[in-house]
């Protein structure tokens, strides 16, 4: 072969590119020192976006013999360079040197490929500023997960659409339910089985595996119970076979046949392959979940890390972090061997977990071993994990003037004017520069925590617990009266709050406080009582009828159809009786709010006047010969 650089016939990528791989890749500083003296054959990957693709090749020879590389460096200056994909959406990009040898690439690199490329890898690090430190993995401990669930249904800060979804913020895959006779006597047990068919299919088919959870009686967090919040969303759902057991307190009342050990509560068989993850869809009155479309794992995680900031945790959370404290309180257990915990983990072998679990914290105390003393082990699970940094104080989000400040920016002033063409650029910066400024806001505000806790409780700027909510989370924070017929009732009452909750509406979270003292209530299915005559929600109840078919209102009747449902008091009347600006704006809000999610067979009634409405078309007839409201 020639003493020379042969590019292929065609080459794959524009001129540019491939000049400058064959300058870099030939020049002697990379020859000498991550290529060995060697030639080298590039072979570029296939990658998303636009331009650079292809399975093309380009020739590097020297004078002693030709060698080859999968994927050449190049492609990686043109992967780290890309900041916007298809449709001109914005990428992620590439931060962390890692990358480099595996998301970056689409693959994970050969090990004996990294290591001859590993001063072209460094190189390319520098130049685009990569960081090189890992994430940390911190735990999120038993304590903390408790203060994160108590968190998760007592803020008003972060409110759902449904209840239920506050509920299923929970995890869990296929279940079984069943009643354990006590191996050492006395009550019998709730056992549940978690089948686990579907984590880590990425690395290929894997066989189920089973966890199993007994009930602990007398427990002394009902928070970290998954049998009430389970068995909860259950009598919800009405999930069990047998059409008689609908309530928590027949549960102590089930007896095991005598020579047996279990008492299976089976499912109806219509319900087992339905998701619990779902969405909650909006309907023509509310929300309700959806029968069929579950929710991401996304926007898990995004609740997960919103509720970490609420919390006043000063690291994000995300959902490994209860991997990570599992797999280290499985290696800590001496009840489980190295083997059992590679297999609950799914990991061929115990590499994975010195690598990616212990993390770079040394959850021990070195110092009182080497000194001889009894070690403080407490103090050190509580510092290394991610619970040391809580702070009820800590800034969740942006005050109004703070967010508005991001539209002096330079960036926002340039994008502003070119607003007509690139509406979705303006959107997005201004979202990535309040992510910044919080972001910025938050690591500043240990160093300023006493000038903002001053501020804060000069303010004097406080959150109201609503009835159900409030309910709830009493029943679950009930302290244990150390009876057995105290623990039922103590059981009992938190399955029914919970089963009661996933009723509630909640609507949308209240970003900035504001004055209101009333409190939100449930929805209920059937009107809560005539209102007085003189109120408010009487007089907008008449408002709403025309006598002739040119008196054009300007309530909705549907919405004040809900507020008749509501208790006397509930904040959400004074919005849902509020009178449009013309007839107009009303019939854009009727088609909007309410026909537009109205869906083919939902059960359509108008409540102010306690009719029920057979279809469609039925409605927008009735909306405008009743209640004057053109569609």
Known sequence: MDNQCNPPTTPPHPPPIFASLRSLA???????????????YVTNHHLGGQGFRGGGRVYLVDSARLEYIEVGNMNRHWVVDQKVGQNGRRKRGTKKKSSLGTRAMGEKLDGKLNRKMHKVLEKLAKKHGLSSKRRENRCMT??????????????TKKSFDLGELRILALRFGDIQVMVARNPGGGPHNILIWFTLEFTK???GEKDAKSYPIPEILHDPSLLLSPHVFLLGILFRHRVFRSPMLVSAKQLHHLNIHPGEVELLLPFRADMKDVCVFRRAVKTLTGYEISPTEPIPYGMIAAWIRRIGEILGLAYQTIPYNLRYN??????QSSDISESLRNLALDHANSVPFQKHYLGCRICADPWGILRGQEPQQALIKQSCGIG???????????????????????????????????????????????????????????ENQAVIDIERQLRGQGFEDRPAQKRLVEALTAPDDATL?????????????????????????????THRTTTTKPTQPSHAGEPPADSPLHVAALS????????????????IGIALSLEAGDHRIDEL????????????????????????????????????????????????RVHGTLS
């Open 142 to 155: 038993i304590d903390t997960l408790k203060e994160e669930i108590h968190t998760t249904l007592s803020t």
């Open 544 to 559: 709403v009828f025309v006598n002739s078919g040119k008196e054009r209102p300007r309530r909705c009747f549907i919405c």
């Open 201 to 203: 299919t990425y690395l």
């Open 485 to 513: 017929e105290g623990y039922y009732r103590r059981r009992d009452n938190a399955i029914d709050a919970i089963a009661a909750y996933c009723f509630v509406h909640e609507g949308r979270t209240a970003r900035h406080n």
């Open 388 to 446: 040391h940094s809580i702070s009820k104080r800590r800034p969740v989000d942006l005050t109004p003037e703070q967010a508005r400040s991001v539209n002096n920016h330079p960036e926002i002033i340039r994008l502003t004017k070119r607003l007509e063409g690139i509406p979705r650029g303006l959107r997005s910066e201004k979202e990535r520069l309040k992510r910044e400024l919080k972001n910025t806001i938050r690591e500043e505000w240990t």
């Open 326 to 331: 599992a797999a280290n309180e499985f290696d």
């Open 26 to 40: 030939c020049s002697r500083f990379n020859r000498a020192q991550h290529f060995g003296g060697l030639t080298y």
């Open 577 to 624: 009786i509020h009178e449009f600006f013309t007839s107009g704006d009303l019939s854009k809000h009727f088609r909007r709010k309410h026909l537009l999610h109205l869906r083919d067979g939902d059960k359509i009634q108008c409540w102010v006047c306690n009719m029920h409405l057979d279809h469609k078309m039925h409605l927008q007839n009735h909306a405008l």
